[in-house]
């Protein structure tokens, strides 16, 4: 295949927690050595983008500003183009990527993954903001992602559980939108086809980047469990121990 350029996932494919994956380093340096376009594509929500910069220096995976786009940034700007005030169900750590953002009176609800701050008052006063027919925004839908301990619970059952309260469908902003995978792919200049996307999520990253029109690789790596590779079903996706074997053996 030809590849034009490539989207890469960060959890899971580059880091899991706080620690580089085996390769990751070499990885990187390779992604540089290429001369061709790439980007740094994450649903990563508990951590604003300055954040998740500084993990990625800390870990010694310098990353670019313009290298990375995260989902909720993509969110803020999918509200502010509608000239929305959002009631913001997030992260206090992601709170940086939204200061400044009118919020109230409320007439939207925006989600990212709150981690503890899913307490039933804060998913019930979103509950109250959605009643009065307000669209609900999610960053993403994912299952679960892979901490240094396990599988953790991710976003997707706390938007399920406001659609099946509040009766409504979430606007989804980060992967597996079309949006966002165009947005990314335009951000460097190229077309869908032209581009590989590489993740260890097989609906998010794989299936995701597929429906958009872009190829697709999962890597055995993060919260990837070989069950995943039956999920494929057919697809045309490849499969990759991981993002350095993918490289070796893709971008000569
Ligand atoms: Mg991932």
Redesign the pocket.
Known sequence: MSIGGMLV?????LYVGDKALPGAHEALLRLREMDRPFRFVTNTSRQCRAEVMGRLHRMGLGVEPHEILTAPLAGRRWIEARGLRPHLLIHPELLPDFVGMETSPSNAVFMGDAGETFAYGNLNAAFRVLQTGAPLIAVARNRY?QESDGLSLDLGAFVAALEFAARTEAVIVGKPSAEFYMAAVESMGLSPPEVLMV???LEA?VLGALDAGLQAALVRT??YRSSDEAGLKGARATVFDNISELLEKVMK
């Open positions: 996932d960060l959890s899971g494919v992602f993740g260890d999520d990253d993060g919260k």
